[in-house]
């Protein structure tokens, strides 16, 4: 495809205003696009150490008060607003800072922006299913617990049965 400022109108596609913008690095969008990512790497090493515990973790003999179940929709929960972040700075910080402009210009529209877009507002629904899915899942836990047997036993002989 020729690189004909016609052939898309009204877009910044083979504009030679948008193909010769240069950044300037000192500008408020740069500080706020690098500002998250402060808090966001910390916390990032803090969702690694709870994921590599749940995958280490002896899920076969019990212990009171942890229930893989539980853990896991913690740690995929954190994850994906993790991902969610990732996607939304892709979508919303990167772009406001003008890194990539000029290579958006000088390219055809294509599919890759889309896919960021699409993944952002997937792992967004994502992350706002989990504060539905944990209490589900400890009602799930309280209701049918593994040891409903043993606890059965136990509240008969405190009733004298």
Not at 32 to 61: D, E, G, M, Q
Not at 67 to 83: A, D, E, R, Y
Request: net charge positive; proline share 7%; hydrophobic share 50%.
């Amino acid at each position: 495809m020729s690189s004909n400022s016609t052939l898309w109108p009204n877009t910044i596609h083979f504009n030679e205003t948008y193909m010769n913008y240069r950044i300037q690095w000192n500008g408020w969008p740069q500080i706020c696009a690098i500002l998250p990512w402060i808090y966001i790497l910390p916390s990032f090493h803090v969702i690694c150490k709870i994921f590599s515990v749940y995958l280490s973790a002896n899920w076969t003999r019990p212990e009171p008060g942890l229930n893989q179940h539980v853990f896991l929709v913690i740690s995929l929960s954190q994850l994906t607003v993790f991902i969610f972040f990732l996607f939304d700075w892709f979508m919303v910080r990167l772009p406001s800072t003008g890194l990539f402009t000029s290579w958006c210009a000088s390219i055809d529209p294509n599919h890759f922006l889309k896919f960021i877009f699409m993944m952002a507002y997937y792992t967004n629904y994502c992350a706002m299913i989990f504060p539905f899915l944990m209490p589900v899942v400890r009602l799930v836990v309280v209701s049918f617990p593994r040891n409903h047997f043993k606890k059965l036993t136990i509240s008969r002989l405190t009733q004298g049965q």
